[in-house]
């Protein structure tokens, strides 16, 4: 899966035997069992406690310091949406392949297919530079909740959004400033209740050192994704580069390999059931603060809608990818991004609806309620939350609809961008420079769209995409006049007005069509853009959400966080004795989580132990089957039980995959699984399906994080991939 990439006022209990737990008003602050996403600078004693009853052997200086080195400064954001670390200290990174995924698929070609052979650079001169690929280390972390809260005073609503807008990017503009190997982000906590500023150095200069193939490296494809047992080799090898006077800098080939401030050594040991393990990473969001109203929402609209439209837009896909290896390098890495949170949405719904998430959300919203009478800023708190969806929910299929199916056409997504050019030509008193700058755009647009999109799966999903719209979207929000002009049109008894429609535009935009777009940059008009088959159907669908319900979602969505805002801070009023000992939601900033490894039950009469191992990929192996196929030489080595220094005592064989309790989510892709000592056992990679609610409820007895052994990573890299020089980069701790 891809955890990328991976907010609930309370935290979730199941007990399976005894019925449903009655939650009594202070479990909406409490962490319970190894919840809780802590920001590593703010654990606090008790917290930090904890983790030393559970095993952890380190202080909290060494897990982060804003003076001294420490496990932090290992840690990095790699690229837009997931975590990395530091192995070495020549910069070499451990991340996972499927955050690898496009910079991986981007070096391959159909005569070098690293994506599908797997790649290792004999030495620093073959490793390949990555296009538009950054990682980010934190420097540092600023409490600004008393400037940002004074800027805003008493405001609420569109004013609040807009002076929050301009306050953050004040205060990371003076850090940042013109720099473009800086960044700064001024983070929200507790829904608007408190900020901090996180500044971070930026390095663009990365390049892919290894990566296993795709059968290792996806292996068990969409049909094992987010399932315990796993036997995924989900890793890939990066290195940060410099400049030879030590500061981030562009690609260049006098760059030097990066000398970091801490690398994480790399523990052979292995590990047993009840080990302490502890997860540092960039969790990109939650909603452990959702109301039922939104819970409901989920269920009900958002999340059936969203799992329909992708199993869609897949089928599609996957019937020209199968046809074709160049289709399928092509649409690899959309392809994987839609197939990761369709599986997810699905099992979140279904453990939402099975633990009655909903019923247990009413129970603490009954006690707030109790306790919020007499209060002005808070008894009417949960009455507006109701309004506020019963105001939206009517349109929320809609909404869903444009941007999974309408939008899920890549075509019509590249052609909705001509909105720009087309406002550009009515103004009439543009600039030369201005045009000429915008049809630039336009044609790289028009480029990346070709190059990365297969036209018949695209056609396709078109077609489908109107066609579900006209049978799931209330007919009085239908675009006026599309559906009739469009059966006039196109009603032969012989095929699907639907594909008929879908055929024609794809044959007659511009989009497609080499000597129309041609004749388009030699003379933009207005005209040309409006009467584009692909831009009409931008005009039908795009333009009208926008004018008619756009902003009844953003009144929704402001609405919603001046309620979320107050709702937080009445709950911590309610229980302040609490307040220590709660975490905020997920916001892709910097999080340590602790666990265990450990073992479950998913059900009656069902044990899952804590690990997987070589033998059983082996005994998933299909030859040339798409998700389980393996290549001929890990069978080789597999089957001669050639583990070299990687042998797992206990099982006496190299343990694959195995699993903690940590509390993690997307973002946390590629995130360091460290031991007690902070050495690095493993990567984490994915959630189990029996707790796919993480997002909005956490799942004390059933939460998983899956992770791949970093002994499996090593055997890969060695054994497999003949690649010991790296090992050798590596401090090993036996």
């Known amino acids: ?113 690293y994506l ?16 538009n690929l950054s990682v980010s280390f934190l420097n540092r972390i600023e409490d600004v909740t008393n400037r940002v809260l004074t800027a805003l005073g008493n405001t609420s609503g569109a004013e609040r959004n807009r002076k929050l807008q301009e306050i953050s990017s004040a205060i990371t503009k003076e850090v940042v400033g013109e720099s473009t190997f800086k960044n700064a982000v001024v983070a929200s906590m507790f829904k608007g209740n408190q900020y901090f500023l996180y500044v971070y150095d930026v390095y663009r ?23 315990w047992p796993r036997h995924t080799g989900d890793f890939a090898v990066f290195r940060v580069y410099m400049s030879k006077d030590g500061q981030p800098a562009n690609f260049s080939a006098d760059n030097v390999p990066y000398k970091p401030k801490h690398f994480l050594p790399v523990s052979l040991k292995g590990f047993k059931d009840g080990d302490y393990a502890m997860i540092f990473g960039y969790p990109g969001s939650t909603n452990r603060y959702e109301t039922s109203y939104g819970i409901q929402l989920s269920t009900e609209v958002n999340n059936p809608t969203l799992v329909k439209l992708r199993d869609m837009r897949l089928k ?16 690899a890495s959309e392809y994987a991004s839609i197939a990761n949170y369709w599986k997810f949405y699905d099992g979140e719904s279904k453990q939402l609806l099975k633990y009655d998430i909903f019923g247990q959300k009413k129970q603490t919203e009954q006690q707030f309620n109790d306790w919020a009478k007499g209060k002005a800023e808070y008894e009417t708190v949960l009455k507006e939350y109701e309004d506020a969806y019963a105001a939206w929910k009517p349109y929320a299929k809609h909404r869903m609809f444009l941007i999974e199916g309408i939008l899920g056409c890549r075509l019509i997504q590249a052609a909705s961008a001509w909105q720009n050019l087309e406002a550009l030509l009515k103004r009439r008193d543009y600039k030369p420079e201005e045009l000429e700058r915008a049809v630039k755009a336009a044609d790289a647009a028009r480029t990346n769209y070709l190059n990365n999109y297969n036209l018949k799966a695209d056609q396709q999903i078109l077609a489908s995409a109107i066609m579900m719209y006209y049978s799931d979207v209330d007919k009085s929000q239908h675009p006026e006049g599309f559906y009739d002009n469009l059966f006039r049109q196109y009603n032969s008894l012989e095929a699907s007005p639907y594909k008929q429609f879908a055929a024609d535009v794809f044959a007659e935009s511009m989009m497609t069509d080499a000597k129309k777009w041609a004749a388009f940059q030699a003379k933009p008009t207005v005209d040309a853009i409006i009467q584009d088959p692909a831009f009409k159907v931008v005009s039908a669908f795009v333009k009208h959400f926008n004018n008619k319900y756009a902003p009844a979602f953003a009144e929704f969505t402001t609405r919603n966080n001046d309620l979320g805002r107050r709702y937080l801070k009445g709950i911590m009023e309610m229980n302040p004795a609490q307040v220590n000992k709660m975490y905020p939601d997920a916001n892709f900033t910097m999080r340590v989580s602790y666990g265990q490894v450990k073992s479950y039950r998913p059900r009656d009469g069902v044990m899952y132990d804590y690990a997987t191992t070589l033998s059983g990929v082996l005994s998933k192996y299909v030859p040339g089957d798409y998700e389980f196929d393996l290549p001929k030489k890990f069978i080789e080595l597999a089957k001669a039980r050639d583990f070299g220094q990687y042998a797992d005592p206990h099982y006496n064989d190299i343990v694959v995959g195995f699993i903690t309790t940590n509390d993690i989510t997307g973002g946390n892709s590629g995130s360091p699984v460290l031991d007690a000592q902070g050495n690095l056992i493993g990567l984490a990679f994915d959630g189990n399906y029996e707790a796919l609610s993480h997002k909005l409820a956490f799942d004390k007895e059933l939460n998983r994080t899956i992770n791949v052994d970093i002994r499996y990573v090593l055997w890969c890299i060695e054994k497999l991939g003949g690649a010991k020089h790296i090992i050798d980069e590596l401090k090993l701790v036996k």
Not at 17 to 32: E, N
Not at 85 to 93: H, N, P, R, Y
Not at 318 to 331: I, N, P, R, T, Y
Request: proline letters at 4%; hydrophobic letters at 40%; charged letters at 20%.
């Open 116 to 131: 599908r052979d797997g790649f290792w650079a004999s030495d620093l001169s073959k490793e390949i530079p990555s296009k």
């Open 1 to 113: 899966m891809a955890l990328n990439f991976l907010g609930l006022p309370q935290t979730i209990l199941v007990m399976k035997k005894i019925g449903l737990l009655i939650i009594c008003s202070i479990t909406i602050l409490r962490s319970f069992a190894d919840e809780g996403m802590w920001l590593p600078l703010l654990l606090g004693q008790q917290v930090y406690q904890d983790m030393v009853k559970k095993g952890l052997k380190l202080k909290p200086e060494q897990l982060y310091s804003a003076n001294k080195n420490s496990i932090k400064d290992a840690i990095i954001i790699f690229g837009g949406g997931c975590t990395g670390e530091i192995v070495s200290d020549k910069g070499l990174v451990f991340t996972n392949h499927h955050c690898g995924y496009g910079q991986i698929a981007a070096a391959s070609s159909v005569e070098a297919n």
């Open 205 to 227: 200069d990365v390049r892919l050192v290894g990566t296993p193939p795709e059968s290792v490296g996806k292996f068990g494809g969409d049909t094992d994704n987010w399932e």
């Open 316 to 331: 599609y896909m996957f019937e020209e990818m199968k046809k074709d290896a160049a289709v399928k390098l092509q649409l």
